[in-house]
């Protein structure tokens, strides 16, 4: 990460399967990094639906300028065919304010969406959606 970034992210992908864990609290220059590294991954699907597990329960807020890069990024990504995805959460209520800032005035879209907060509750999410995980990406949410 360039400097003046604060908090951290991974992206793991692996067919048209995206797992992201995010980390402590971001800043734009975070924000902004995550934003077109993700893009830069999605593209790589060529148009093809893609799923995807956000992993929150690790990160702990952004700033106020960071909520309209993050929803111009949530609305790409649903605008490029993200077709399901989960968001796998710590119970907060903080988070769930972010969440409804960040999910404000999204384009309208088909994506199945599901908060949860275990990764057996994402297992059986993605089975009830007849979702293959990639074993790379089980390997990767099992390793936390």
């Given amino acids: 990460m360039n400097s003046g970034g604060h908090g951290s992210y991974q992206i793991f992908s692996e067919d048209d399967f995206v797992y992201a864990r995010l980390y402590d609290s971001w800043n734009t220059v975070t924000t902004q990094q995550y934003s077109q590294q993700l893009?830069?991954?999605?593209?790589?699907?060529k148009q093809q639906p893609w799923s995807a597990i956000f992993d929150f329960r690790r990160w702990q807020l952004m700033t106020p300028e960071s909520i309209p890069i993050m929803r111009e990024q949530i609305n790409w990504a649903l605008q490029?065919?993200?077709?399901?995805?989960?968001?796998?959460?710590?119970?907060?209520?903080?988070?769930q304010f972010l969440v409804q800032?960040?999910?404000a005035e999204l384009v309208p879209h088909h994506c199945k969406f599901v908060q949860l907060n275990s990764i057996s509750a994402c297992q059986q999410q993605l089975a009830d959606w007849q979702i293959a995980l990639p074993e790379s990406i089980a390997q990767q949410l099992n390793a936390n």
């Fill in 39 to 45: 893009t830069n991954v999605v593209n790589q699907f």
């Fill in 80 to 95: 490029h065919k993200l077709s399901h995805c989960i968001y796998l959460v710590e119970q907060s209520g903080i988070l």
């Fill in 101 to 103: 800032r960040v999910h």
